[in-house]
């Protein structure tokens, strides 16, 4: 995986309403000095925090998204990202369903798309997406771009089917087309482009400064004792949760090889969720194996939203497990379905161990956060 990137500092600060498609004076956005997701020349020399290469989480993951990002393109990307126009009715955003105090996930069950109706799975937290290959609960997609487009094409959530009427809309928007010239030498506006900025800001959203990470600097020292019990519970053979949550994200590999669930569904497994599933996933209720990156604060949990606590997924995995037919090996015993048989202290400590993972500057930086409201 390898990110290249330009450092420099772009800005936006604005002033607007941005309930019509055509011009009007309230279009005015000030490019003026707002820090924005700030990269060094490569990941090697990552100044801020530990860049995804040096964390020996991150390390020996094959395949991942290789997106060029330049501080004018995610720039670009972030002020699309939290813009209503990318939807049919200027009435939602891509920040509307991915807040960044809750890990860029929607802390509804389910999201409300342009129109009021309402998705029909819960919205994925968003950290580190070049580390992955496939995206959505049933990784349908396997490339950044895609996963940019497929909500503001989405006929419930953004309902933009036709890219052409956004391409339109936007050069109707004044202050796009300096920032199009700045990202890419022109003032032109593609839907490609419109994919390629959005997928800089993503990729530009890294989340690798969680207590766990600091910790691994420190021999854990940053630890209480309830949360150095987790994390053996996790890593080791009685909860075995980094058996499928192992990467540097904090997610199943989701390459072929990986070693989860059938070849041709990487890096998602069916969990025994219950014996019959309404909604079936990529296959006989198999869903993406989620990053636990931020998990303390992007709750609901699981593709449904059913869990409301970290405590209630705990509980799932101690004695909840149902017996499907395509249940994932790593949950079957000789005598069923798996049972972790964990005591009142332990599941406490798995929930506070979990919680270490929340990464506070990536919450609140503000390069990633909203710039209409700035």
Known sequence: MKLRVLLSISVITTTLFLLSCEKTENDAVDL?????????????????????????????????????ITDAGATLGRVLFYDPRLSINNRISCGSCHSQKHGFADPRQFSEGFAGKITSRNAMSIANPSANNHFFWDSRVSRIEELALEPVRNHIEMGMEKMDDLVLKLNNTSYYSELFHNAFSSEEISPEKIASALSQFMCSLIS?????????????????????????????Q?????????SGNFSAPDFPGGGYSQPDVQGTANIGLQLVYTDNGKHEGQFKIPSLRNIGVSAPYMHDGRFKTLEEVVEHYDNGIALHKNLDSKFRTNDGARKLNLSAIEKLALVAFLNTLTDEKFLNDERYSDPFKY
Do not use: T, W
Request: net charge negative; charged share 20%; proline share 5%.
């Open 32 to 68: 003026q000095s707002l820090p924005l997701p700030q990269l060094s020349s490569s990941l090697e020399s990552y100044d801020d925090i530990d860049d995804l290469s040096r964390n020996p989480f991150f390390r020996g993951i094959p395949g991942g998204q290789q997106i060029d």
């Open 208 to 236: 690798v400064d969680s207590r766990m990470d600091q910790g691994l600097n420190n021999g854990f020292a940053n630890f209480s004792e309830l949360e150095r019990l987790g994390q053996e519970l996790f890593f080791g």
């Open 238 to 246: 009685k909860a075995m949760c980094g058996s499928c949550h192992s």
